[in-house]
């Protein structure tokens, strides 16, 4: 007796590991208990519990739409859904996509390895790589050629959103002054999540050439919240304290998610210098796209 009942003791355990954590094929491990964002390879997303998942298709419960099937070879992603995606409502909200940049900075927080965007701008684009865990490179230019610079930069999780990021920019004036060059190694701190944080950055920006160079320190304070499912206000500023009479640049905007992949913000610049505010007439108009 004592041998059959450990046996439905065991049988029962068994039963429930199954069914709580199934384990697919691929060796990723699903628990029936959590909830997931299943990414589509279009961008399309899809939250809620994973009901099965095997080596042909995923069927997933949302709340809205219900039980949906997904074949496998349309999805790019599954993961766990973090705590900034959840809305005020407990609904699942999807995090700012391009959260790691503003207008012309950036923050702490990290690309994904593997997640890759351009930032069209009107004067040129600007490409970001996710090449490995918490570690971007890109290169940005003008329609012309000029100047050419790459960025680097290694992000450090302090803290449950306290964010450290470690990076500099190299450039060049390519062909059209190749014995130009500017190096602006920086540091920044990131309070906050992909939904909505603050950053201060700080860096020493110097430009060189020919038996010349000259350089000062920059600062920088930014920000971005998302104040629906797809729009955000953000806020930028570029300040180099050090010059004479002193001079920052201040851009406040929105951004708008037009797609899962792709965003369009724009801005009005101000320029304070001599103790004035200088508005600046022309919008700061820039695209998003994941590549």
Do not use: C
């Not at 208990?33 to 997933?60: C, H, M, P, Q, W």
């Not at 790019?76 to 995090?95: D, F, H, M, S």
């Not at 919240?225 to 304290?241: E, H, N, Q």
Request: proline share 4%; no cysteine.
């Amino acid at each position: 007796m004592k041998t059959v009942k450990l046996f439905f003791i065991f049988l029962t355990v068994l039963l429930t590991n199954y069914v709580s954590a199934q384990n697919s094929d691929d060796g990723v491990k699903i628990d029936s208990a959590k909830i997931y964002v299943v990414i589509k390879n279009d961008g399309t997303e899809f939250a809620g519990k994973i009901l099965s998942y095997d080596a042909r298709e995923v069927l997933i419960e949302t709340d809205k739409l219900g039980q949906i099937i997904i074949p496998k070879h349309e999805i790019k992603e599954i993961r766990e859904l973090q705590p900034g995606e959840v809305g005020k409502g407990g609904e699942y909200e999807p995090v700012e996509v391009f959260a790691t940049r503003y207008f012309i900075t950036t923050n702490g927080l990290p690309i994904k390895k593997g997640e890759s965007y351009i930032q069209w701008n009107l004067y040129g684009p600007d490409f970001q790589f996710g090449i490995r865990k918490n570690f971007g490179l890109g290169i940005m230019t003008s329609w012309v050629g000029m100047p050419i610079i790459g960025s680097a930069k290694y992000s450090i999780e302090l803290d449950t959103n306290i964010n450290l990021a470690l990076g500099t920019l190299l450039g060049t004036g390519s062909w059209a002054k190749p014995d130009f060059g500017i190096a602006l190694p920086f540091v920044a701190f990131t309070f906050g999540n992909r939904r909505s944080n603050i950053t201060f950055s700080g860096g020493y920006g110097a430009v060189f050439g020919i038996g010349e160079s000259d350089g000062r320190a920059l600062l920088s304070v930014a920000g971005m919240t998302k104040v629906g499912k797809k729009v955000s206000l953000v806020f930028d500023s570029f300040i180099a304290p050090a010059t004479v009479d002193g001079f920052a640049l201040l851009i406040p905007g929105i951004r708008w998610q037009t797609e899962s992949n792709k965003a369009f913000q724009f801005g009005f610049g101000g320029l304070i210098t001599d103790g004035e505010l200088v508005p600046v007439p022309i919008p700061l108009v820039q695209w998003y796209r994941k590549l």
